[in-house]
C-alpha cells in the first residue's frame, strides 16, 4: 500500500523538473556565422540554475582575426556585472561545452572570445548571446 502512495509522488516530482528545464538558443555574431548554441537550463535541489551550454561549428579562438587565446562564458544578471563562469573550450570537431551552476535565475549570458581564460571582465568580441528568465 506505501508503495502505491509514493508512485504518485514521485511522478509528481519528475514532472517538476520537466516543466523546470529549458532549451534556449543563442544568436551568433557575424564573426562566427557558422557557429549554432544552445544553453540547457534547469533548477538544481537548492534552487540554483544549472547551465549546460553545447555549441556546435564555432572556430576555435586561435582561427578568428585577430586571434584570442579562449572562449569565456559570462552570465549577466539584470543590473549587474557580469560573471566569468568558465572557458568554453572547443575541440577538433568545432564543438563545445560548459556545465556550470548559477545561483540566478534571469539573466544574459554570453559568450566572448578574450586574450585569456581567467578574464574578469569581457574585454574582447561578443560570439554568442542568450537570454534565460525563468
Known amino acids: ?22 532549451n534556449d538558443h ?13 544553453v540547457h537550463t534547469a533548477h538544481d535541489h537548492n534552487g540554483n540554475t544549472e547551465l549546460d551550454i553545447q555549441v556546435h561549428h564555432l ?11 579562449s572562449y569565456i562564458v559570462w552570465v549577466e544578471p539584470r543590473g549587474e556585472a557580469p560573471v566569468n563562469v568558465g572557458e568554453l573550450r572547443v575541440g577538433d570537431d568545432l564543438k563545445g561545452k560548459l556545465k556550470t551552476t548559477t ?4 539573466f544574459d549570458i554570453v559568450v566572448t572570445a578574450e586574450g ?18 525563468r
Open 26 to 38: 543563442m544568436v551568433n555574431s557575424a564573426m562566427v556565422p557558422a557557429a549554432q548554441g544552445k
Open 1 to 22: 500500500m506505501k508503495r502505491m502512495v509514493y508512485l504518485p509522488l514521485v511522478a509528481l516530482l519528475l514532472l517538476t523538473a520537466v516543466l523546470w528545464a529549458r
Open 116 to 133: 585569456a581564460p581567467n578574464a574578469t571582465a569581457p574585454t574582447g568580441p561578443e560570439v554568442l548571446h542568450g537570454i534565460v528568465s
Open 103 to 106: 545561483p540566478f535565475k534571469k
Open 59 to 69: 572556430a576555435k579562438p586561435r582561427d578568428l582575426n585577430p586571434s584570442y587565446v
